[in-house]
């Protein structure tokens, strides 16, 4: 085959690639097959025996420092989820393996937050803690 003939024949294709983008963009053409739904995902395994234990929640007002007892034996990487309370939570912090605890920074001193140490083992597998929450103002726990 020349190489002008290659060319043309990518030309072609990038055409074509870019026409069926087009239709897509505009609506003019729509996917196959079923959308997949976030219930159609595969969810990630909870392994309760590897779950870490927060032995310690030190308050002092603008960061929040969690130690926690790691029972994967050093296989998981920690990730803090939580917030303050009341709103949604988000991740505030990580930990790389072996790490048995973590600092959350610039936390607001004025209202009280939880926290979910999640340990991940993998794609499939984590393990969250218990949670746990600050009690600044003599509030009851969620």
Not at 7 to 20: E, M, N, P, R
Not at 105 to 131: G, T, W
Request: net charge neutral.
């Amino acid at each position: 085959m020349s190489n002008t003939r290659r060319w043309l024949l990518v030309a072609a294709a990038v055409v074509v690639l870019l026409g069926i983008g087009v239709a897509f963009s505009q609506g003019v053409a729509t996917p196959t097959g079923d959308p997949t739904s976030p219930s159609k995902l595969p969810s990630a395994g909870k392994l309760a025996e590897s779950a870490p234990e927060v032995t310690n929640l030190h308050d002092e007002r603008v960061a929040v420092t969690l130690a926690f007892a790691d029972r994967t034996e050093g296989k998981a990487a920690f990730y803090v989820v939580g917030g303050p309370v009341g709103l949604q939570p988000t991740t505030l912090a990580e930990a790389p393996r072996g790490s048995t605890s973590v600092r959350i920074n610039a936390v607001n001193p004025e209202v009280d937050y939880c926290f979910v140490v999640v340990a991940v083992l993998s794609v499939d597998q984590v393990a969250p803690s218990v949670q746990v929450c600050t009690a600044r103002f003599g509030t009851a726990k969620p």
